[in-house]
Protein backbone atom coordinates (compact mmCIF):
# COMPACT_ATOMS: atom_id res chain seq x y z
CA UNK A 1 0.00 0.00 0.00
CA UNK A 2 1.33 3.11 -0.86
CA UNK A 3 1.64 5.91 1.78
CA UNK A 4 1.34 9.60 1.27
CA UNK A 5 2.64 12.17 3.86
CA UNK A 6 2.44 15.79 4.33
CA UNK A 7 4.74 18.57 3.29
CA UNK A 8 4.79 21.15 5.83
CA UNK A 9 8.37 23.44 6.01
CA UNK A 10 9.97 21.48 3.36
CA UNK A 11 9.74 17.97 4.63
CA UNK A 12 7.56 14.92 4.13
CA UNK A 13 6.09 14.34 7.11
CA UNK A 14 3.83 11.60 8.38
CA UNK A 15 0.59 12.59 10.27
CA UNK A 16 -0.77 11.35 13.17
CA UNK A 17 -3.16 8.62 11.49
CA UNK A 18 -3.48 7.93 7.99
CA UNK A 19 -6.80 8.43 5.64
CA UNK A 20 -7.39 5.29 3.07
CA UNK A 21 -8.79 7.12 -0.11
CA UNK A 22 -11.43 4.89 -1.85
CA UNK A 23 -12.07 4.88 -5.23
CA UNK A 24 -16.20 5.40 -5.87
CA UNK A 25 -16.19 4.05 -9.03
CA UNK A 26 -14.84 0.56 -7.49
CA UNK A 27 -14.85 0.24 -3.77
CA UNK A 28 -12.16 -2.63 -3.38
CA UNK A 29 -9.85 -0.19 -5.32
CA UNK A 30 -7.83 1.66 -2.57
CA UNK A 31 -5.48 4.52 -4.29
CA UNK A 32 -3.36 4.67 -1.37
CA UNK A 33 -2.94 5.77 2.57
CA UNK A 34 -3.05 9.44 3.16
CA UNK A 35 -1.62 11.23 6.17
CA UNK A 36 -4.06 13.00 8.30
CA UNK A 37 -2.70 15.88 10.58
CA UNK A 38 -3.46 16.28 13.86
CA UNK A 39 -3.61 19.79 15.52
CA UNK A 40 -0.20 19.71 16.98
CA UNK A 41 0.81 18.77 13.06
CA UNK A 42 -1.45 21.78 11.95
CA UNK A 43 0.36 24.29 14.18
CA UNK A 44 3.85 23.41 12.93
CA UNK A 45 2.39 23.99 9.40
CA UNK A 46 0.82 27.53 10.36
CA UNK A 47 4.21 28.39 12.01
CA UNK A 48 6.43 27.41 9.20
CA UNK A 49 3.95 29.80 6.62
CA UNK A 50 4.41 32.42 8.99
CA UNK A 51 8.12 32.37 9.60
CA UNK A 52 8.48 32.10 5.60
CA UNK A 53 6.23 35.09 5.10
CA UNK A 54 9.06 37.96 5.47
CA UNK A 55 11.14 36.74 2.95
CA UNK A 56 8.69 35.55 0.29
CA UNK A 57 6.45 38.48 0.21
CA UNK A 58 9.38 40.87 -0.40
CA UNK A 59 11.20 38.57 -2.51
CA UNK A 60 12.20 38.79 -6.22
CA UNK A 61 8.83 38.55 -8.22
CA UNK A 62 10.83 37.09 -10.94
CA UNK A 63 11.47 33.51 -9.04
CA UNK A 64 8.06 33.45 -8.25
CA UNK A 65 7.09 33.86 -11.68
CA UNK A 66 9.02 31.46 -12.60
CA UNK A 67 8.38 29.02 -10.03
CA UNK A 68 4.33 29.03 -10.49
CA UNK A 69 5.24 28.78 -14.29
CA UNK A 70 7.58 25.73 -13.80
CA UNK A 71 4.31 24.09 -11.70
CA UNK A 72 1.72 24.38 -14.20
CA UNK A 73 3.52 23.21 -17.37
CA UNK A 74 4.23 20.47 -15.52
CA UNK A 75 0.79 19.82 -14.57
CA UNK A 76 -0.01 20.30 -18.30
CA UNK A 77 2.59 18.02 -18.87
CA UNK A 78 1.13 15.17 -16.95
CA UNK A 79 -2.42 16.36 -17.66
CA UNK A 80 -3.15 12.65 -18.95
CA UNK A 81 -1.69 10.71 -15.61
CA UNK A 82 -2.99 13.47 -13.46
CA UNK A 83 -6.28 13.28 -14.43
CA UNK A 84 -6.46 9.32 -14.47
CA UNK A 85 -6.11 10.14 -10.69
CA UNK A 86 -8.36 12.51 -10.06
CA UNK A 87 -11.05 10.58 -11.77
CA UNK A 88 -9.79 7.50 -10.22
CA UNK A 89 -10.07 9.40 -6.44
CA UNK A 90 -13.67 12.02 -7.56
CA UNK A 91 -15.55 9.86 -9.94
CA UNK A 92 -15.89 12.20 -12.95
CA UNK A 93 -14.98 10.95 -16.27
CA UNK A 94 -11.56 10.62 -17.66
CA UNK A 95 -12.04 13.56 -20.23
CA UNK A 96 -13.62 15.56 -17.39
CA UNK A 97 -10.63 14.65 -14.94
CA UNK A 98 -8.31 15.03 -18.07
CA UNK A 99 -10.21 18.92 -18.41
CA UNK A 100 -9.87 19.62 -14.83
CA UNK A 101 -5.82 18.72 -14.83
CA UNK A 102 -5.60 20.84 -17.67
CA UNK A 103 -7.53 23.66 -16.39
CA UNK A 104 -4.99 23.28 -13.05
CA UNK A 105 -2.08 23.80 -15.40
CA UNK A 106 -3.11 26.70 -16.96
CA UNK A 107 -4.41 28.55 -13.70
CA UNK A 108 -1.02 28.37 -12.29
CA UNK A 109 0.48 29.74 -15.76
CA UNK A 110 -1.62 32.50 -15.75
CA UNK A 111 -0.96 33.51 -12.60
CA UNK A 112 2.78 33.47 -13.18
CA UNK A 113 2.07 36.00 -15.71
CA UNK A 114 0.05 37.93 -13.54
CA UNK A 115 3.13 38.50 -10.61
CA UNK A 116 4.42 40.63 -13.60
CA UNK A 117 1.49 42.84 -13.42
CA UNK A 118 0.70 43.66 -9.90
CA UNK A 119 -0.68 47.53 -10.06
CA UNK A 120 -0.21 50.29 -7.97
CA UNK A 121 -1.77 53.87 -8.71
CA UNK A 122 -0.18 57.04 -7.83
CA UNK A 123 -2.53 59.82 -7.40
CA UNK A 124 -1.92 63.85 -7.32
CA UNK A 125 -2.83 65.22 -3.59
CA UNK A 126 -5.73 67.81 -2.62
CA UNK A 127 -2.97 69.27 -0.35
CA UNK A 128 0.23 71.05 -2.04
CA UNK A 129 3.43 69.21 -1.97
CA UNK A 130 1.79 65.69 -0.72
CA UNK A 131 2.85 62.14 -2.96
CA UNK A 132 0.07 59.61 -2.67
CA UNK A 133 0.61 56.19 -4.00
CA UNK A 134 -1.53 53.37 -3.61
CA UNK A 135 -0.07 49.97 -4.03
CA UNK A 136 -1.08 46.26 -3.03
CA UNK A 137 0.40 44.30 -0.49
CA UNK A 138 0.08 40.59 0.37
CA UNK A 139 -2.18 39.56 3.51
CA UNK A 140 -0.20 37.06 5.04
CA UNK A 141 -0.23 33.62 5.63
CA UNK A 142 -3.59 32.04 3.59
CA UNK A 143 -5.54 29.38 5.06
CA UNK A 144 -7.12 27.08 1.96
CA UNK A 145 -9.96 24.85 3.11
CA UNK A 146 -10.97 22.82 -0.61
CA UNK A 147 -13.99 21.06 -1.44
CA UNK A 148 -13.94 16.98 -2.99
CA UNK A 149 -15.48 18.26 -6.11
CA UNK A 150 -13.23 19.76 -8.20
CA UNK A 151 -9.98 18.28 -6.42
CA UNK A 152 -7.50 20.26 -8.67
CA UNK A 153 -9.07 23.70 -10.25
CA UNK A 154 -9.87 24.70 -6.92
CA UNK A 155 -7.00 24.28 -5.05
CA UNK A 156 -5.12 25.56 -8.42
CA UNK A 157 -6.91 29.10 -8.39
CA UNK A 158 -6.50 29.27 -4.64
CA UNK A 159 -3.02 28.26 -4.08
CA UNK A 160 -1.75 29.69 -7.38
CA UNK A 161 -3.03 33.86 -6.93
CA UNK A 162 -2.38 33.40 -3.15
CA UNK A 163 1.39 32.77 -3.80
CA UNK A 164 1.74 35.18 -6.68
CA UNK A 165 1.01 37.87 -5.13
CA UNK A 166 3.28 37.29 -2.11
CA UNK A 167 1.51 35.44 0.04
CA UNK A 168 2.51 31.71 2.09
CA UNK A 169 0.09 28.85 2.37
CA UNK A 170 -1.36 26.53 4.43
CA UNK A 171 -3.44 23.74 2.17
CA UNK A 172 -6.16 21.35 3.58
CA UNK A 173 -7.68 19.73 0.91
CA UNK A 174 -10.93 17.47 1.13
CA UNK A 175 -10.65 13.99 3.05
CA UNK A 176 -12.17 12.20 -0.41
CA UNK A 177 -9.25 13.84 -2.98
CA UNK A 178 -6.20 14.02 -0.53
CA UNK A 179 -4.50 11.98 -4.00
CA UNK A 180 -4.85 14.84 -6.32
CA UNK A 181 -3.69 17.52 -3.29
CA UNK A 182 -0.87 15.51 -3.06
CA UNK A 183 0.01 15.66 -6.15
CA UNK A 184 -0.23 19.05 -6.84
CA UNK A 185 2.09 18.96 -3.65
CA UNK A 186 4.83 17.35 -4.88
CA UNK A 187 5.23 19.15 -7.88
CA UNK A 188 5.36 22.06 -5.98
CA UNK A 189 7.72 20.60 -3.85
CA UNK A 190 10.00 20.78 -7.04
CA UNK A 191 9.06 24.27 -8.12
CA UNK A 192 12.21 25.99 -6.17
CA UNK A 193 9.37 27.73 -3.35
CA UNK A 194 11.01 28.11 -0.39
CA UNK A 195 10.47 25.55 2.75
CA UNK A 196 7.64 26.95 4.42
CA UNK A 197 5.51 28.86 1.73
CA UNK A 198 3.63 26.51 0.58
CA UNK A 199 2.26 23.76 3.26
CA UNK A 200 0.30 20.84 2.82
CA UNK A 201 -1.75 19.63 5.87
CA UNK A 202 -4.20 16.65 5.03
CA UNK A 203 -6.35 15.86 7.89
CA UNK A 204 -10.28 16.41 9.21
CA UNK A 205 -12.32 19.35 8.58
CA UNK A 206 -13.19 19.59 12.33
CA UNK A 207 -9.67 19.51 13.12
CA UNK A 208 -7.37 21.40 10.68
CA UNK A 209 -9.81 22.87 8.96
CA UNK A 210 -10.84 24.29 12.41
CA UNK A 211 -6.73 25.40 13.83
CA UNK A 212 -6.84 27.54 10.56
CA UNK A 213 -9.76 29.22 11.53
CA UNK A 214 -8.73 29.39 14.88
CA UNK A 215 -4.93 30.64 14.77
CA UNK A 216 -4.75 34.56 14.47
CA UNK A 217 -1.17 33.78 12.47
CA UNK A 218 -3.98 32.70 9.35
CA UNK A 219 -4.83 36.51 8.32
CA UNK A 220 -6.79 35.30 5.56
CA UNK A 221 -9.57 32.38 4.87
CA UNK A 222 -10.61 30.96 1.48
CA UNK A 223 -13.02 27.97 1.83
CA UNK A 224 -15.69 26.53 -1.14
CA UNK A 225 -17.79 23.89 0.33
CA UNK A 226 -21.31 23.77 2.11
CA UNK A 227 -23.26 26.06 3.45
CA UNK A 228 -23.15 25.10 6.91
CA UNK A 229 -19.32 24.55 6.95
CA UNK A 230 -19.29 28.18 5.11
CA UNK A 231 -21.29 29.45 8.03
CA UNK A 232 -18.93 28.00 10.41
CA UNK A 233 -15.76 29.33 8.61
CA UNK A 234 -17.56 33.23 8.61
CA UNK A 235 -18.46 33.26 12.41
CA UNK A 236 -14.40 31.79 13.66
CA UNK A 237 -13.26 34.65 10.98
CA UNK A 238 -15.43 37.40 12.02
CA UNK A 239 -14.73 36.47 15.94
CA UNK A 240 -11.01 37.53 15.29
CA UNK A 241 -11.74 39.87 12.39
CA UNK A 242 -9.56 37.96 9.60
CA UNK A 243 -9.98 38.32 6.16
CA UNK A 244 -12.42 35.24 4.68
CA UNK A 245 -13.91 34.37 1.21
CA UNK A 246 -16.65 31.94 0.55
CA UNK A 247 -18.05 29.77 -2.20
CA UNK A 248 -20.73 27.74 -1.43
CA UNK A 249 -24.06 26.58 -2.79
CA UNK A 250 -26.18 27.13 -5.66
CA UNK A 251 -29.36 25.78 -7.14
CA UNK A 252 -28.83 27.53 -10.47
CA UNK A 253 -32.05 28.06 -12.96
CA UNK A 254 -31.41 27.19 -16.53
CA UNK A 255 -34.58 29.11 -18.32
CA UNK A 256 -35.85 27.80 -21.86
CA UNK A 257 -38.06 30.00 -23.63
CA UNK A 258 -40.58 29.13 -26.41
CA UNK A 259 -37.87 30.23 -29.14
CA UNK A 260 -34.82 28.42 -28.22
CA UNK A 261 -33.26 25.94 -30.36
CA UNK A 262 -34.69 22.47 -28.69
CA UNK A 263 -31.44 20.54 -29.34
CA UNK A 264 -29.16 23.19 -27.75
CA UNK A 265 -31.04 23.29 -24.76
CA UNK A 266 -31.64 20.21 -24.04
CA UNK A 267 -27.87 19.56 -24.19
CA UNK A 268 -27.56 22.54 -22.14
CA UNK A 269 -29.92 21.01 -19.46
CA UNK A 270 -28.50 17.39 -19.35
CA UNK A 271 -24.75 18.43 -19.63
CA UNK A 272 -25.36 21.49 -17.05
CA UNK A 273 -27.50 19.26 -14.55
CA UNK A 274 -26.02 15.88 -15.30
CA UNK A 275 -22.18 15.93 -16.42
CA UNK A 276 -19.49 15.46 -13.73
CA UNK A 277 -22.94 13.64 -11.87
CA UNK A 278 -24.38 17.04 -11.10
CA UNK A 279 -21.60 17.65 -8.51
CA UNK A 280 -21.21 21.03 -9.42
CA UNK A 281 -22.35 24.04 -7.43
CA UNK A 282 -22.84 25.25 -11.07
CA UNK A 283 -25.07 22.68 -12.20
CA UNK A 284 -28.96 23.60 -13.67
CA UNK A 285 -30.57 22.24 -11.03
CA UNK A 286 -34.04 23.82 -11.72
CA UNK A 287 -34.89 24.17 -15.02
CA UNK A 288 -37.67 26.55 -15.61
CA UNK A 289 -39.14 25.84 -19.34
CA UNK A 290 -41.54 28.14 -20.98
CA UNK A 291 -44.89 25.91 -21.27
CA UNK A 292 -45.32 25.95 -25.68
CA UNK A 293 -41.99 23.82 -25.61
CA UNK A 294 -42.31 22.22 -22.84
CA UNK A 295 -44.11 19.26 -23.99
CA UNK A 296 -41.02 18.94 -26.58
CA UNK A 297 -38.21 19.61 -23.89
CA UNK A 298 -39.43 16.98 -21.95
CA UNK A 299 -39.32 14.52 -24.51
CA UNK A 300 -36.05 15.43 -25.50
CA UNK A 301 -34.51 15.72 -22.56
CA UNK A 302 -35.46 12.17 -22.07
CA UNK A 303 -34.31 10.68 -24.93
CA UNK A 304 -31.48 12.50 -24.45
CA UNK A 305 -30.93 10.94 -20.95
CA UNK A 306 -31.35 7.57 -22.08
CA UNK A 307 -28.37 7.36 -24.78
CA UNK A 308 -26.60 8.56 -21.33
CA UNK A 309 -23.59 5.73 -19.86
CA UNK A 310 -23.05 5.57 -16.47
CA UNK A 311 -20.17 3.76 -15.51
CA UNK A 312 -16.94 3.29 -14.22
CA UNK A 313 -15.33 7.10 -14.91
CA UNK A 314 -12.02 5.51 -16.45
CA UNK A 315 -14.24 4.03 -19.14
CA UNK A 316 -14.08 5.58 -22.30
CA UNK A 317 -17.56 5.68 -22.78
CA UNK A 318 -19.04 6.74 -19.76
CA UNK A 319 -21.07 9.67 -20.18
CA UNK A 320 -21.69 9.81 -16.08
CA UNK A 321 -19.73 8.36 -13.32
CA UNK A 322 -20.11 7.37 -10.08
CA UNK A 323 -21.39 9.94 -6.58
CA UNK A 324 -18.59 10.34 -4.67
CA UNK A 325 -19.37 8.63 -1.37
CA UNK A 326 -22.12 6.43 0.35
CA UNK A 327 -23.32 9.43 2.41
CA UNK A 328 -23.59 11.68 -0.97
CA UNK A 329 -25.18 8.61 -2.67
CA UNK A 330 -27.68 8.38 0.40
CA UNK A 331 -28.33 12.34 0.63
CA UNK A 332 -29.43 12.03 -3.69
CA UNK A 333 -31.72 8.84 -2.92
CA UNK A 334 -33.60 10.24 -0.25
CA UNK A 335 -34.21 13.45 -2.44
CA UNK A 336 -35.53 10.96 -4.87
CA UNK A 337 -38.44 9.87 -2.43
CA UNK A 338 -38.94 13.84 -1.11
CA UNK A 339 -39.49 15.43 -4.54
CA UNK A 340 -42.29 11.96 -5.32
CA UNK A 341 -43.85 13.02 -1.80
CA UNK A 342 -44.07 16.20 -2.96
CA UNK A 343 -45.64 15.06 -6.27
CA UNK A 344 -43.49 16.25 -8.61
CA UNK A 345 -43.69 13.40 -12.00
CA UNK A 346 -39.88 11.47 -12.05
CA UNK A 347 -39.71 11.34 -15.64
CA UNK A 348 -36.05 9.29 -15.93
CA UNK A 349 -33.45 7.69 -13.23
CA UNK A 350 -33.46 8.65 -10.08
CA UNK A 351 -32.50 4.73 -9.05
CA UNK A 352 -29.18 3.16 -7.66
CA UNK A 353 -27.65 0.48 -10.00
CA UNK A 354 -25.37 -2.24 -9.86
CA UNK A 355 -22.13 -2.13 -12.70
CA UNK A 356 -18.84 -4.36 -13.29
CA UNK A 357 -17.43 -2.81 -10.34
CA UNK A 358 -19.13 -2.43 -6.66
CA UNK A 359 -19.71 1.60 -7.07
CA UNK A 360 -22.01 4.17 -6.07
CA UNK A 361 -23.76 4.30 -9.22
CA UNK A 362 -27.37 6.09 -9.87
CA UNK A 363 -29.31 7.08 -13.15
CA UNK A 364 -29.25 10.92 -13.02
CA UNK A 365 -32.90 11.80 -11.73
CA UNK A 366 -35.19 14.31 -13.80
CA UNK A 367 -38.70 15.29 -12.32
CA UNK A 368 -41.29 17.18 -14.48
CA UNK A 369 -44.33 19.32 -13.26
CA UNK A 370 -42.03 20.87 -10.29
CA UNK A 371 -43.09 24.27 -9.00
CA UNK A 372 -40.25 26.50 -7.20
CA UNK A 373 -41.67 25.88 -3.14
CA UNK A 374 -41.31 22.08 -3.69
CA UNK A 375 -37.67 21.45 -1.45
CA UNK A 376 -36.36 19.78 -4.80
CA UNK A 377 -36.70 23.27 -6.45
CA UNK A 378 -34.78 24.85 -3.19
CA UNK A 379 -32.48 22.84 -1.44
CA UNK A 380 -28.83 21.97 -3.01
CA UNK A 381 -28.95 17.92 -3.76
CA UNK A 382 -25.24 18.18 -5.11
CA UNK A 383 -26.09 15.33 -7.42
CA UNK A 384 -27.68 14.08 -10.78
CA UNK A 385 -31.12 15.39 -9.83
CA UNK A 386 -32.88 18.23 -11.29
CA UNK A 387 -36.31 19.81 -11.72
CA UNK A 388 -38.10 20.92 -14.80
CA UNK A 389 -40.53 23.64 -13.11
CA UNK A 390 -42.77 25.30 -16.23
CA UNK A 391 -43.68 28.73 -16.62
CA UNK A 392 -45.88 31.11 -18.61
CA UNK A 393 -43.86 33.39 -20.01
CA UNK A 394 -40.68 35.17 -19.54
CA UNK A 395 -41.35 37.25 -17.04
CA UNK A 396 -42.63 34.77 -15.18
CA UNK A 397 -39.44 32.39 -15.57
CA UNK A 398 -37.19 35.65 -14.82
CA UNK A 399 -39.16 35.97 -11.79
CA UNK A 400 -38.58 31.94 -11.08
CA UNK A 401 -34.92 31.97 -11.87
CA UNK A 402 -34.35 34.77 -9.29
CA UNK A 403 -37.11 33.54 -6.39
CA UNK A 404 -33.91 31.74 -4.62
CA UNK A 405 -31.19 32.14 -1.92
CA UNK A 406 -28.92 31.16 -3.93
CA UNK A 407 -27.39 33.18 -6.95
CA UNK A 408 -24.09 31.74 -8.43
CA UNK A 409 -24.68 31.09 -12.07
CA UNK A 410 -27.81 31.61 -14.07
CA UNK A 411 -28.82 30.68 -17.43
CA UNK A 412 -31.35 31.33 -20.57
CA UNK A 413 -31.87 29.56 -23.86
CA UNK A 414 -33.27 31.69 -26.48
CA UNK A 415 -33.32 33.11 -30.15
CA UNK A 416 -34.61 36.19 -28.57
CA UNK A 417 -31.36 38.95 -28.79
CA UNK A 418 -33.98 41.20 -26.41
CA UNK A 419 -34.77 38.57 -24.06
CA UNK A 420 -31.15 37.45 -23.78
CA UNK A 421 -29.90 40.96 -23.08
CA UNK A 422 -32.42 41.71 -20.34
CA UNK A 423 -32.11 38.46 -18.73
CA UNK A 424 -28.51 38.80 -18.29
CA UNK A 425 -29.25 42.32 -16.96
CA UNK A 426 -32.06 41.52 -14.72
CA UNK A 427 -30.92 37.27 -13.87
CA UNK A 428 -29.62 37.98 -9.69
CA UNK A 429 -26.65 36.10 -10.10
CA UNK A 430 -22.60 36.29 -10.24
CA UNK A 431 -22.08 34.09 -13.59
CA UNK A 432 -24.93 34.54 -16.62
CA UNK A 433 -24.64 31.92 -19.66
CA UNK A 434 -26.66 32.23 -22.91
CA UNK A 435 -27.42 29.64 -25.02
CA UNK A 436 -24.70 26.99 -22.67
CA UNK A 437 -25.29 25.55 -19.66
CA UNK A 438 -24.83 27.35 -16.38
CA UNK A 439 -21.67 25.24 -15.14
CA UNK A 440 -18.00 24.93 -17.00
CA UNK A 441 -16.60 28.23 -17.04
CA UNK A 442 -13.31 29.57 -18.67
CA UNK A 443 -10.02 30.19 -16.04
CA UNK A 444 -9.20 33.58 -16.53
CA UNK A 445 -12.06 35.48 -15.68
CA UNK A 446 -13.93 36.08 -11.83
CA UNK A 447 -15.62 33.60 -10.63
CA UNK A 448 -18.64 33.31 -7.93
CA UNK A 449 -22.31 34.50 -6.95
CA UNK A 450 -24.49 36.85 -4.83
CA UNK A 451 -26.58 35.69 -2.16
CA UNK A 452 -25.80 32.26 -0.15
CA UNK A 453 -23.63 31.58 -2.67
CA UNK A 454 -20.48 33.42 -2.44
CA UNK A 455 -19.86 36.08 0.33
CA UNK A 456 -16.18 38.44 -0.32
CA UNK A 457 -14.06 38.95 -3.25
CA UNK A 458 -14.59 36.79 -6.53
CA UNK A 459 -12.37 34.29 -7.56
CA UNK A 460 -9.85 33.67 -10.69
CA UNK A 461 -8.74 35.57 -13.18
CA UNK A 462 -7.55 39.33 -12.21
CA UNK A 463 -10.33 39.62 -9.67
CA UNK A 464 -8.41 38.13 -7.50
CA UNK A 465 -6.04 40.34 -6.56
CA UNK A 466 -8.99 42.07 -4.30
CA UNK A 467 -8.95 38.87 -1.87
CA UNK A 468 -5.14 37.88 -2.00
CA UNK A 469 -3.85 41.59 -1.20
CA UNK A 470 -4.71 44.51 1.14
CA UNK A 471 -4.38 48.08 -0.30
CA UNK A 472 -2.02 50.90 1.67
CA UNK A 473 -2.65 54.17 0.63
CA UNK A 474 1.26 56.60 1.32
CA UNK A 475 1.22 59.78 2.01
CA UNK A 476 4.40 61.51 1.45
CA UNK A 477 5.35 65.27 2.01
CA UNK A 478 8.09 67.01 -0.58
N1 LIG B 1 -20.39 24.50 -3.60
C1 LIG B 1 -19.46 23.60 -3.70
O1 LIG B 1 -18.54 23.72 -4.48
C2 LIG B 1 -19.52 22.44 -2.82
C3 LIG B 1 -20.65 22.20 -2.06
N2 LIG B 1 -20.71 21.11 -1.28
C4 LIG B 1 -21.95 20.87 -0.53
O2 LIG B 1 -21.60 20.41 0.74
C5 LIG B 1 -22.24 19.16 1.02
C6 LIG B 1 -21.35 18.32 1.90
O3 LIG B 1 -20.08 18.15 1.30
P1 LIG B 1 -18.77 18.20 2.18
O4 LIG B 1 -17.62 17.82 1.40
O5 LIG B 1 -19.03 17.44 3.44
O6 LIG B 1 -18.71 19.79 2.44
P2 LIG B 1 -18.02 20.49 3.63
O7 LIG B 1 -18.41 21.90 3.63
O8 LIG B 1 -18.22 19.70 4.86
O9 LIG B 1 -16.48 20.33 3.24
C7 LIG B 1 -15.75 21.29 2.52
C8 LIG B 1 -14.38 21.46 3.15
O10 LIG B 1 -14.54 21.97 4.48
C9 LIG B 1 -13.86 21.10 5.41
N3 LIG B 1 -14.51 21.14 6.70
C10 LIG B 1 -15.50 20.33 7.16
N4 LIG B 1 -15.82 20.65 8.44
C11 LIG B 1 -15.03 21.69 8.78
C12 LIG B 1 -14.87 22.46 9.97
N5 LIG B 1 -15.61 22.25 11.05
N6 LIG B 1 -13.96 23.45 9.99
C13 LIG B 1 -13.21 23.70 8.90
N7 LIG B 1 -13.29 22.98 7.75
C14 LIG B 1 -14.19 22.00 7.69
C15 LIG B 1 -13.92 19.76 4.74
O11 LIG B 1 -12.97 18.88 5.29
P3 LIG B 1 -13.24 17.30 5.28
O12 LIG B 1 -13.28 16.86 3.89
O13 LIG B 1 -12.05 16.80 6.02
O14 LIG B 1 -14.55 17.10 6.01
C16 LIG B 1 -13.62 20.13 3.31
O15 LIG B 1 -12.25 20.34 3.13
C17 LIG B 1 -22.49 18.59 -0.34
O16 LIG B 1 -23.53 17.68 -0.32
C18 LIG B 1 -22.81 19.83 -1.11
O17 LIG B 1 -24.16 20.19 -0.91
C19 LIG B 1 -19.64 20.26 -1.19
C20 LIG B 1 -18.50 20.43 -1.91
C21 LIG B 1 -18.38 21.56 -2.80
O1 LIG C 1 -18.68 24.81 -13.42
C1 LIG C 1 -17.47 24.91 -13.24
O2 LIG C 1 -16.67 24.87 -14.20
C2 LIG C 1 -16.90 25.15 -11.88
C3 LIG C 1 -17.81 24.66 -10.83
C4 LIG C 1 -17.23 24.70 -9.48
O3 LIG C 1 -16.23 25.31 -9.26
C5 LIG C 1 -17.88 23.98 -8.39
O4 LIG C 1 -18.83 23.25 -8.63
O5 LIG C 1 -17.39 24.10 -7.25
Request: aromatic share 8%.
Amino acid sequence: MSQFANYINGEWLQGASVNKNINPSDLSDVIGEYAQADAAQADIAIAAAHAAFPAWSTGNIQARSDALDKIGSEILARKEELGRLLSREEGKTLAEGIGEAGRAGNIFKFFAAEVLRIQGQKLASVRPGMDIEITREPVGVVGIIAPWNFPMAIPAWKIAPALAYGNTVVFKPAELVPGSAWAIADIISRSGIPAGVFNLVMGRGSVVGQRFIDDRRVTALTFTGSVSTGNRVAQGCIARMAKFQLEMGGKNPLVVLNDADLNVAVTAAVQGAFFSTGQRCTASSRIIVEKDIYPRFIEAARAQLAGLKIGHALSADTNIGPVVDQSQLDQNLSYIEIGKQEGASLVSGGERIKRDTDGFYMTPALFADCNNDMRISREEIFGPVASVIPADNYEHALQLANDTEFGLSSGICTTSLKHATHFKRHAQAGMVMVNTATAGVDYHVPFGGRKASSYGPREQGAYAAEFYTTVKTSYTAA
